[in-house]
T-cell receptor
Framework: NAGVTQTPKFQVLKTGQSMTLQCAQD?????MYWYRQDPGMGLRLIYY???????DKGEVPNGYNVSRLNKREFSLRLESAAPSQTSVYFC??????????????FGQGTRLTVV | AQSVTQLGSHVSVSEGALVLLRCNYS??????LFWYVQYPNQGLQLLLK??????LVKGINGFEAEFKKSETSFHLTKPSAHMSDAAEYFC???????????FGKGTTLSVSS
């Protein structure tokens, strides 16, 4: 099982360029997430999608857009990259139950540098 | 509001010593609590989780954590550290809606021989 797959693994962008980070999961999970990880800041939620067709803002949504393409795929778009968006981006998925949150499964991350 | 505080950004222990990583939470709803581990240049892997069943939770690699409501704590322990335990550890709590995880800032564990 592949689990959660992110592409690309590494990317260097120039300020002002745009790009889309791709994420796909093969676990039939309803919910998907995008987090960013910065030194000393832990993981911060950018956007999430509780189910196909819905998306919601997390803690740090500014400068990003997302698309829940189907149940498997959840993409993150940077329309005009800024150096402050240099980070490691993680996609995750889960299937929360009626009793509350279950574990989230993470991809291997995308290391993005904006110069 | 939901939040997690990890006390100590860096913990160093000797091989064979007790590992104790501290996590305190704030939650306006019954919390679901998690510990994740991240090895260098990898994603996050679940160590263990508390979901309102037993207060002492056992996880992978010999780790365990105890949920203490009165202290709003969920500290991670391992009786004897191994070199392979060197990694970054994250404590997390569900958000109020139960739809996402909120993470602490992480604790880096170093293990020396």
């Amino acid at each position: 099982n592949a689990g959660v797959t992110q592409t690309p693994k590494f990317q260097v962008l120039k300020t002002g360029q745009s790009m889309t980070l791709q994420c796909a999961q093969d676990m039939n999970h309803n919910s998907m997430y995008w987090y960013r990880q910065d030194p000393g800041m832990g993981l911060r939620l950018i956007y999430y999608s509780a189910s196909e067709g819905t998306t919601d803002k997390g803690e740090v949504p500014n400068g990003y857009n997302v698309s829940r393409l189907n149940k498997r795929e959840f993409s993150l778009r940077l329309e005009s990259a800024a150096p402050s968006q240099t980070s490691v981006y993680f996609c995750a998925s889960s299937s929360p139950t009626g009793q509350g949150f279950t574990e989230a499964f993470f991809g291997q991350g995308t290391r993005l540098t904006v110069v | 509001a939901q939040s997690v505080t990890q006390l100590g950004s860096h913990v160093s222990v000797s091989e064979g010593a007790l590992v104790l990583l501290r996590c305190n939470y704030s939650s306006s709803v019954p919390p679901y609590l998690f510990w994740y581990v991240q090895y260098p240049n990898q994603g996050l892997q679940l160590l263990l989780k508390y979901t309102s069943a037993a207060t002492l939770v056992k996880g992978i690699n010999g780790f365990e954590a105890e949920f203490k409501k009165s202290e709003t704590s969920f500290h991670l322990t391992k009786p004897s550290a191994h070199m392979s335990d060197a990694a970054e550890y994250f404590c997390a709590v569900n958000n109020q809606a139960g739809t996402a995880l909120i993470f602490g800032k992480g604790t880096t564990l170093s293990v020396s021989s």
